[in-house]
């Protein structure tokens, strides 16, 4: 039989820096038991003292910008400067098993291979957006662990931009030269979010177009923060030879340094912890609501009916609001 799970002893061990017990809290804010909640909102109360002065990087970009393999050659860079770099690489999940399908340790095998990066692929659920429920909460235990740089790595889809730039401290974004027709195939919001832009892949013959993509991005970035007082810094760089790393990494620091200079950085995070208090009750108010005997008794009939027409959406969600409040 398992031993109980006792979340005060797996606290000592997690801000003692145990590999294994990282993974094991982990686990367990990933759980969606009721119970396992219980013990994860305990073991994040005890790891709270612990927490909150990491450097916290949000990382995406459009498919093929290299987000994996510039994590990899930035993490290795930050390491070897004496750095402990936890990455939470929140994947798309498989619709039959709910597991990360990605695979991004495969990606960051150089990370992968030294004790002082974690990497933890996150699989996404149901949870709108690409963004794991856990993926907050994850944030606390690798900083209560002494990994002093988090990055979260998103999917690059969706909503999920939205969701972790609300949870870090400089979102970070990566393009490629020459996307689509030039800059016409780049949503106005996700250039909106981004704190820092860089061009991945300025090596070899792609240089010059990058360069190009670089200025064309600078003079967008002019007309969507026209009123802004810090302009977004808009680089290049190149995972491979890794030119330009050092100077994204220096406009991440540079950003987040001004934050704090002029106190934005507490306000920023004062605000998350806002949205992620009202997002815990949400998220709960639904795990309540689907889990309801009443509401589970009269699901199936209300959907069936709902799909021949012979019930709008309209009526069939007050009946299962109301079944949902029978319970209380």
Known sequence: MRQALDPAA?????VAGSRAHVARALTLVESSRPDHRAQARELLTLLRPHTGSAVRVGISGVPGAGKSTFINA????L?????????????????????????????????????????????TGNHLGGVARATREGMLIMEAAGFDTIIVETVGVGQSEVAVAGMVDTF????VARTGDQLQGIKRGILELADVITVSKADGDNQGEARVT?????????????DSEHPTPVLTCSSYTGDGLDEVWQAVLDHRATLASEGELDVRRAEQQRDWMWALVMD???TSLRRSPRVKAITKDL???????ELSA????????????ADF
């Open 10 to 14: 797996l606290a000592e061990q997690v």
């Open 172 to 175: 970070l974004l990566l393009m």
């Open 303 to 309: 959907e069936a009916a709902v799909s021949r027409g």
């Open 79 to 123: 390491i070897e400067r004496g750095h402990n770099v936890a990455v939470l690489a929140v994947d798309p999940s498989s619709t039959r098993s709910g597991g990360s399908v990605l695979g991004d340790r495969t990606r960051m095998s150089d990370l992968a291979m030294t004790d002082h990066a974690f990497i933890r692929p996150s699989p």
């Open 314 to 325: 309209v009526e069939a969600s007050g009946q299962i609001l109301d079944a949902f409040r």
């Open 74 to 77: 930035m993490g290795v860079r």
């Open 214 to 226: 670089a200025r064309e991005l600078k003079i967008a970035m002019r007309l969507i923060k026209s």
């Open 284 to 286: 709960e108010l639904t």
